[in-house]
């Protein structure tokens, strides 16, 4: 299944994705810079830059700077990471930056649960940007 993140809150989307993964589902997600984050602005890049600053190079924790790995990790932190179901469930889960040419003419599917309705929101791929990434 191809999932489309565009406009689509971050954390709605990555409890669909880890709840289709567990069920035996292989999901590719299209457009991982462009899923959203709600709040405001500066309170969410400064939550996340402090993520990113928490760990070093050596010991850890490493967060992420580029988008589709935001959001892969985020859908980690859905499955249950301790057993086997769960690092299986991960590894049917594959998500990229904009759209590869072999997803181009395939249908994208969309949770409507997940779609970003009204409010104050900012782009993953802000957040990555703010992060150093040049994805």
Known sequence: ????????????LASSVAELAQSGERVRV???EKA????RRK??????????DRGDKDNGPHFPRRPDRILRR?????????????????????VYVGIP????????????????????????GEVSSHLGSNF
């Open 36 to 39: 959203v984050i709600t709040g």
């Open 74 to 94: 985020t859908i980690r932190g859905m499955l249950p990471q301790s057993k086997a179901s769960g690092r299986e469930a991960f590894d049917r889960v594959k």
């Open 1 to 12: 299944m191809i999932i489309d993140g565009e406009g689509q809150v971050l954390g709605r």
């Open 101 to 124: 040419r072999e997803f181009e003419g395939e249908e994208r599917n969309r949770f409507e649960d997940a779609s970003l309705r009204s409010g104050v929101h900012v782009e993953l």
């Open 30 to 32: 299209v457009n991982a």
């Open 43 to 52: 309170k969410i890049l400064d939550r996340y830059k402090e993520k990113y």
